[in-house]
Protein backbone atom coordinates (compact mmCIF):
# COMPACT_ATOMS: atom_id res chain seq x y z
CA UNK A 1 0.00 0.00 0.00
CA UNK A 2 1.43 3.36 -1.07
CA UNK A 3 -0.43 6.84 0.25
CA UNK A 4 0.38 10.22 -1.57
CA UNK A 5 -1.15 13.17 -0.77
CA UNK A 6 -0.84 16.68 -3.03
CA UNK A 7 -1.23 20.31 -2.07
CA UNK A 8 -4.40 22.40 -3.45
CA UNK A 9 -3.93 26.13 -4.49
CA UNK A 10 -5.31 29.80 -5.21
CA UNK A 11 -4.05 31.67 -7.95
CA UNK A 12 -2.94 34.95 -7.01
CA UNK A 13 -3.11 36.21 -10.56
CA UNK A 14 -3.12 35.17 -13.91
CA UNK A 15 -5.58 32.21 -14.54
CA UNK A 16 -6.98 32.19 -17.89
CA UNK A 17 -4.71 34.11 -19.24
CA UNK A 18 -2.25 31.76 -18.59
CA UNK A 19 -4.06 29.31 -21.37
CA UNK A 20 -2.69 31.98 -24.04
CA UNK A 21 1.20 31.80 -23.10
CA UNK A 22 1.03 34.78 -20.36
CA UNK A 23 2.31 34.00 -17.31
CA UNK A 24 0.63 33.20 -13.96
CA UNK A 25 1.46 32.95 -10.20
CA UNK A 26 -0.70 30.08 -8.37
CA UNK A 27 0.37 29.57 -4.93
CA UNK A 28 -0.29 26.24 -2.91
CA UNK A 29 -1.87 25.81 0.36
CA UNK A 30 -2.51 23.43 3.40
CA UNK A 31 -5.66 21.54 2.10
CA UNK A 32 -4.25 18.01 0.46
CA UNK A 33 -5.97 15.40 -1.76
CA UNK A 34 -4.55 12.07 -0.23
CA UNK A 35 -4.58 8.77 -2.46
CA UNK A 36 -3.96 5.43 -1.30
CA UNK A 37 -2.85 2.88 -3.69
CA UNK A 38 -2.68 -1.09 -3.57
CA UNK A 39 -1.92 -2.75 -6.42
CA UNK A 40 -3.86 -6.11 -6.96
CA UNK A 41 -3.54 -8.97 -10.12
CA UNK A 42 -6.65 -8.92 -11.72
CA UNK A 43 -5.93 -5.62 -13.69
CA UNK A 44 -8.76 -4.37 -12.34
CA UNK A 45 -9.54 -1.03 -11.00
CA UNK A 46 -11.45 -0.13 -7.94
CA UNK A 47 -11.90 3.61 -6.62
CA UNK A 48 -13.74 4.72 -3.97
CA UNK A 49 -13.71 8.05 -3.12
CA UNK A 50 -14.90 10.72 -0.35
CA UNK A 51 -15.30 13.91 0.61
CA UNK A 52 -15.22 14.92 -3.33
CA UNK A 53 -18.50 17.49 -1.95
CA UNK A 54 -20.03 14.29 -3.28
CA UNK A 55 -21.72 12.45 -0.61
CA UNK A 56 -18.92 9.87 -1.67
CA UNK A 57 -18.52 6.95 -4.33
CA UNK A 58 -17.24 3.24 -4.59
CA UNK A 59 -16.80 1.66 -8.30
CA UNK A 60 -15.14 -1.14 -9.38
CA UNK A 61 -14.55 -1.66 -13.22
CA UNK A 62 -12.36 -2.93 -15.88
CA UNK A 63 -10.18 0.16 -15.80
CA UNK A 64 -10.57 1.09 -19.65
CA UNK A 65 -12.09 4.20 -20.31
CA UNK A 66 -15.42 2.37 -22.28
CA UNK A 67 -16.41 0.64 -18.77
CA UNK A 68 -18.78 3.74 -17.18
CA UNK A 69 -19.22 3.32 -13.55
CA UNK A 70 -22.95 2.78 -12.43
CA UNK A 71 -23.09 4.75 -9.21
CA UNK A 72 -26.23 7.06 -7.44
CA UNK A 73 -24.71 10.54 -7.86
CA UNK A 74 -24.61 12.95 -10.68
CA UNK A 75 -22.83 11.89 -13.72
CA UNK A 76 -21.42 14.81 -14.78
CA UNK A 77 -19.25 15.17 -11.48
CA UNK A 78 -18.75 11.47 -11.89
CA UNK A 79 -17.57 11.17 -15.18
CA UNK A 80 -14.89 14.29 -14.74
CA UNK A 81 -13.73 12.69 -11.67
CA UNK A 82 -13.47 9.27 -13.06
CA UNK A 83 -11.51 10.73 -16.05
CA UNK A 84 -9.10 12.15 -13.98
CA UNK A 85 -8.28 8.92 -12.44
CA UNK A 86 -8.55 6.73 -15.35
CA UNK A 87 -5.79 9.65 -16.98
CA UNK A 88 -3.46 9.44 -13.78
CA UNK A 89 -3.67 4.96 -14.10
CA UNK A 90 -2.97 5.19 -17.63
CA UNK A 91 -0.03 7.83 -16.98
CA UNK A 92 1.05 5.46 -14.23
CA UNK A 93 0.66 2.15 -16.45
CA UNK A 94 2.82 3.97 -18.69
CA UNK A 95 5.38 5.19 -16.59
CA UNK A 96 6.20 1.90 -15.15
CA UNK A 97 5.88 0.10 -18.52
CA UNK A 98 2.86 -2.12 -16.96
CA UNK A 99 -0.34 -1.62 -18.86
CA UNK A 100 -2.38 -4.48 -17.38
CA UNK A 101 -1.71 -3.08 -13.65
CA UNK A 102 -4.60 -3.03 -11.50
CA UNK A 103 -5.54 -0.90 -8.23
CA UNK A 104 -7.36 -0.23 -5.45
CA UNK A 105 -7.37 3.66 -5.49
CA UNK A 106 -9.00 5.61 -2.16
CA UNK A 107 -9.23 9.36 -2.55
CA UNK A 108 -10.03 11.65 0.49
CA UNK A 109 -10.00 15.33 -0.25
CA UNK A 110 -9.98 18.15 2.15
CA UNK A 111 -9.99 20.36 -1.57
CA UNK A 112 -13.98 21.48 -2.73
CA UNK A 113 -14.02 19.82 -6.40
CA UNK A 114 -14.39 22.17 -9.07
CA UNK A 115 -14.06 25.13 -6.93
CA UNK A 116 -10.58 26.82 -7.97
CA UNK A 117 -8.87 25.63 -5.63
CA UNK A 118 -7.09 22.92 -8.12
CA UNK A 119 -8.72 19.77 -6.68
CA UNK A 120 -8.36 17.60 -9.98
CA UNK A 121 -4.41 18.59 -10.04
CA UNK A 122 -3.75 17.34 -6.53
CA UNK A 123 -6.06 14.31 -6.90
CA UNK A 124 -4.03 13.27 -10.20
CA UNK A 125 -0.56 14.02 -8.90
CA UNK A 126 -1.40 11.80 -5.48
CA UNK A 127 -2.80 9.45 -8.07
CA UNK A 128 0.46 8.95 -10.27
CA UNK A 129 2.81 9.60 -7.36
CA UNK A 130 1.22 6.69 -5.24
CA UNK A 131 0.51 4.27 -8.58
CA UNK A 132 4.44 4.23 -9.96
CA UNK A 133 5.66 3.95 -6.23
CA UNK A 134 3.00 0.89 -6.02
CA UNK A 135 4.83 -0.26 -9.20
CA UNK A 136 7.93 0.39 -8.02
CA UNK A 137 9.19 3.83 -9.88
CA UNK A 138 9.92 6.72 -8.33
CA UNK A 139 8.85 9.87 -10.60
CA UNK A 140 10.63 13.44 -9.98
CA UNK A 141 8.35 16.01 -9.18
CA UNK A 142 8.74 17.25 -12.47
CA UNK A 143 7.81 14.62 -14.43
CA UNK A 144 4.57 14.04 -11.99
CA UNK A 145 4.00 17.19 -12.50
CA UNK A 146 4.41 16.55 -16.53
CA UNK A 147 1.75 13.12 -16.43
CA UNK A 148 -0.02 15.08 -14.88
CA UNK A 149 -0.70 17.80 -16.94
CA UNK A 150 -1.40 15.44 -20.16
CA UNK A 151 -3.88 13.90 -17.95
CA UNK A 152 -5.93 17.91 -17.69
CA UNK A 153 -5.07 18.35 -21.29
CA UNK A 154 -7.11 15.18 -22.35
CA UNK A 155 -9.92 15.39 -19.72
CA UNK A 156 -10.06 19.32 -20.21
CA UNK A 157 -10.31 19.01 -24.26
CA UNK A 158 -6.66 19.99 -24.86
CA UNK A 159 -7.23 23.24 -23.02
CA UNK A 160 -5.39 23.28 -19.68
CA UNK A 161 -2.25 24.84 -18.81
CA UNK A 162 0.71 23.77 -16.84
CA UNK A 163 0.01 26.09 -13.69
CA UNK A 164 -2.21 23.69 -11.40
CA UNK A 165 -0.42 20.54 -11.72
CA UNK A 166 2.96 22.17 -11.36
CA UNK A 167 2.16 24.36 -8.45
CA UNK A 168 0.33 20.76 -7.06
CA UNK A 169 3.53 18.76 -7.25
CA UNK A 170 6.28 21.36 -6.49
CA UNK A 171 4.50 23.26 -3.94
CA UNK A 172 5.06 26.81 -2.62
CA UNK A 173 4.91 29.61 -4.82
CA UNK A 174 5.15 29.38 -8.88
CA UNK A 175 5.93 30.84 -11.75
CA UNK A 176 4.01 29.31 -15.09
CA UNK A 177 4.50 30.68 -18.95
CA UNK A 178 3.62 28.04 -21.79
CA UNK A 179 5.83 25.19 -20.73
CA UNK A 180 8.30 27.45 -18.74
CA UNK A 181 7.57 26.66 -14.80
CA UNK A 182 9.55 26.94 -12.12
CA UNK A 183 9.42 28.12 -8.06
CA UNK A 184 9.76 31.42 -7.46
CA UNK A 185 10.38 33.23 -3.84
CA UNK A 186 7.36 34.15 -1.67
CA UNK A 187 6.70 35.50 1.74
CA UNK A 188 5.29 32.11 3.72
CA UNK A 189 3.16 34.33 5.76
CA UNK A 190 0.92 35.52 2.79
CA UNK A 191 -2.29 36.18 4.50
CA UNK A 192 -4.88 34.30 2.43
CA UNK A 193 -8.25 33.84 3.47
CA UNK A 194 -10.87 31.81 1.04
CA UNK A 195 -14.27 32.07 0.79
CA UNK A 196 -16.33 29.49 -0.75
CA UNK A 197 -19.76 29.78 -2.03
CA UNK A 198 -20.35 25.70 -2.06
CA UNK A 199 -20.42 25.68 -6.52
CA UNK A 200 -18.28 24.64 -8.61
CA UNK A 201 -17.34 25.74 -12.24
CA UNK A 202 -16.93 23.75 -15.73
CA UNK A 203 -13.49 24.68 -16.83
CA UNK A 204 -13.46 23.26 -19.72
CA UNK A 205 -16.66 25.81 -20.90
CA UNK A 206 -15.67 29.21 -19.17
CA UNK A 207 -11.94 28.45 -20.62
CA UNK A 208 -13.78 28.10 -24.49
CA UNK A 209 -16.19 30.90 -23.38
CA UNK A 210 -12.69 33.41 -22.74
CA UNK A 211 -11.34 31.79 -26.16
CA UNK A 212 -14.23 32.90 -27.90
CA UNK A 213 -14.68 35.92 -26.79
CA UNK A 214 -10.85 36.76 -27.55
CA UNK A 215 -11.16 35.34 -31.04
CA UNK A 216 -14.19 37.63 -31.47
CA UNK A 217 -13.07 40.94 -29.61
CA UNK A 218 -9.65 42.81 -30.16
CA UNK A 219 -10.60 44.35 -26.95
CA UNK A 220 -11.18 40.62 -25.10
CA UNK A 221 -7.71 39.91 -26.36
CA UNK A 222 -6.49 43.27 -25.08
CA UNK A 223 -7.67 42.48 -21.84
CA UNK A 224 -6.47 38.81 -21.65
CA UNK A 225 -2.78 40.51 -22.32
CA UNK A 226 -3.39 43.30 -19.30
CA UNK A 227 -4.25 40.18 -17.09
CA UNK A 228 -0.35 39.62 -17.95
CA UNK A 229 0.88 42.82 -17.36
CA UNK A 230 -0.43 42.72 -13.68
CA UNK A 231 1.15 39.44 -13.53
CA UNK A 232 4.57 40.66 -13.94
CA UNK A 233 3.60 43.93 -11.35
CA UNK A 234 2.74 41.24 -9.38
CA UNK A 235 5.86 39.03 -9.48
CA UNK A 236 7.65 42.15 -8.65
CA UNK A 237 5.64 43.09 -5.61
CA UNK A 238 5.92 39.53 -4.41
CA UNK A 239 9.69 39.67 -4.62
CA UNK A 240 9.63 42.68 -2.49
CA UNK A 241 6.97 41.30 -0.05
CA UNK A 242 5.25 44.14 -1.08
CA UNK A 243 1.44 42.72 0.11
CA UNK A 244 -0.21 45.91 -0.64
CA UNK A 245 0.67 45.91 -3.88
CA UNK A 246 -0.16 42.64 -4.31
CA UNK A 247 -3.83 43.47 -2.32
CA UNK A 248 -3.86 46.35 -5.16
CA UNK A 249 -3.18 44.27 -8.59
CA UNK A 250 -5.44 41.24 -7.15
CA UNK A 251 -8.69 43.40 -7.24
CA UNK A 252 -7.25 44.60 -10.71
CA UNK A 253 -6.84 41.04 -11.59
CA UNK A 254 -10.96 40.36 -10.47
CA UNK A 255 -12.11 43.54 -12.09
CA UNK A 256 -10.55 41.66 -15.86
CA UNK A 257 -11.93 38.33 -15.18
CA UNK A 258 -15.10 39.52 -14.55
CA UNK A 259 -15.53 41.71 -17.78
CA UNK A 260 -14.64 38.11 -19.43
CA UNK A 261 -17.21 36.47 -18.10
CA UNK A 262 -16.50 34.71 -15.30
CA UNK A 263 -17.31 35.83 -12.28
CA UNK A 264 -20.39 35.05 -10.73
CA UNK A 265 -22.52 36.98 -8.54
CA UNK A 266 -21.93 34.74 -5.72
CA UNK A 267 -18.23 35.16 -6.73
CA UNK A 268 -18.69 39.41 -6.87
CA UNK A 269 -20.70 39.14 -3.53
CA UNK A 270 -17.80 37.39 -1.53
CA UNK A 271 -15.46 39.77 -3.02
CA UNK A 272 -17.16 42.87 -2.57
CA UNK A 273 -17.47 41.43 1.12
CA UNK A 274 -14.03 41.11 1.93
CA UNK A 275 -13.04 44.72 0.19
CA UNK A 276 -15.61 46.14 2.56
CA UNK A 277 -13.96 44.53 5.43
CA UNK A 278 -10.81 45.75 4.48
CA UNK A 279 -9.30 42.94 2.64
CA UNK A 280 -5.89 44.19 0.88
CA UNK A 281 -6.91 42.94 -2.19
CA UNK A 282 -9.82 40.09 -3.32
CA UNK A 283 -10.05 38.23 -6.52
CA UNK A 284 -12.00 34.76 -7.80
CA UNK A 285 -9.63 31.69 -8.17
CA UNK A 286 -9.18 29.32 -10.72
CA UNK A 287 -11.87 29.14 -13.72
CA UNK A 288 -14.74 30.83 -11.94
CA UNK A 289 -18.25 30.50 -12.10
CA UNK A 290 -18.61 29.63 -8.81
CA UNK A 291 -16.16 28.26 -6.15
CA UNK A 292 -13.99 30.06 -4.03
CA UNK A 293 -12.84 33.25 -4.09
CA UNK A 294 -9.22 34.54 -2.50
CA UNK A 295 -8.37 37.53 -0.09
CA UNK A 296 -5.32 39.10 1.47
CA UNK A 297 -6.35 40.18 5.00
CA UNK A 298 -3.89 39.48 8.24
CA UNK A 299 -6.84 40.31 10.52
CA UNK A 300 -9.90 38.29 10.95
CA UNK A 301 -12.20 40.81 9.81
CA UNK A 302 -12.39 39.06 6.57
CA UNK A 303 -13.40 35.72 6.74
CA UNK A 304 -15.83 37.22 9.76
CA UNK A 305 -17.09 39.06 7.08
CA UNK A 306 -17.55 36.33 4.42
CA UNK A 307 -19.16 34.26 7.13
CA UNK A 308 -21.82 36.75 7.63
CA UNK A 309 -22.25 37.16 3.93
CA UNK A 310 -25.06 35.30 2.01
CA UNK A 311 -23.88 33.09 -0.80
CA UNK A 312 -20.80 32.09 1.54
CA UNK A 313 -20.68 28.62 2.77
CA UNK A 314 -17.78 28.64 4.42
CA UNK A 315 -14.37 30.61 5.03
CA UNK A 316 -11.08 29.81 6.12
CA UNK A 317 -7.74 30.80 6.48
CA UNK A 318 -5.30 28.97 4.10
CA UNK A 319 -1.54 28.83 4.69
CA UNK A 320 0.81 28.49 1.92
CA UNK A 321 2.10 25.34 1.58
CA UNK A 322 5.69 24.87 0.33
CA UNK A 323 5.35 20.78 0.33
CA UNK A 324 4.68 19.63 -2.83
CA UNK A 325 3.35 15.69 -3.53
CA UNK A 326 4.71 13.29 -0.68
CA UNK A 327 4.41 10.39 0.39
CA UNK A 328 2.37 10.15 4.01
CA UNK A 329 2.33 7.23 6.05
CA UNK A 330 -0.43 4.80 5.98
C1 LIG B 1 -8.19 26.47 -13.88
O1 LIG B 1 -7.83 26.09 -12.55
C2 LIG B 1 -7.23 27.50 -14.40
C3 LIG B 1 -7.43 27.92 -15.85
O2 LIG B 1 -6.44 28.91 -16.14
C4 LIG B 1 -7.28 26.74 -16.79
C5 LIG B 1 -5.86 26.22 -16.85
O3 LIG B 1 -4.92 26.95 -16.54
O4 LIG B 1 -5.70 25.05 -17.26
C6 LIG B 1 -8.79 28.55 -16.08
Not at 177 to 189: F, L, Q, S, W
Not at 266 to 277: C, I, K
Request: overall charge negative.
Amino acid sequence: MTVSSAPGKVYLFGEHAVVYGEPAVPCAIERRARVTVDARDDGRLRVQAADLTLDGFTVEYSGDAGGAPDVDVPSGLVRAAMGYIDGAVSQARDAANQPDAGFDITIESAIPLGAGLGSSAAVVVAAIDAATRELGVELTNEQLADRAYQVELDVQDGQASRADTFCSAMGGAVRVEGDDCRTIDAPDNLPFVIGYDGGAGDTGVLVAGVRKLREEYDFAANTVSAIGDIVRHGEQALADGNIEELGRLMNFNHGLLEALGVSSRSLDTMVWAARDADALGAKLTGAGGGGCIVALDETDATATALRFTMGCEDAFRAELDTEGVRVEEP
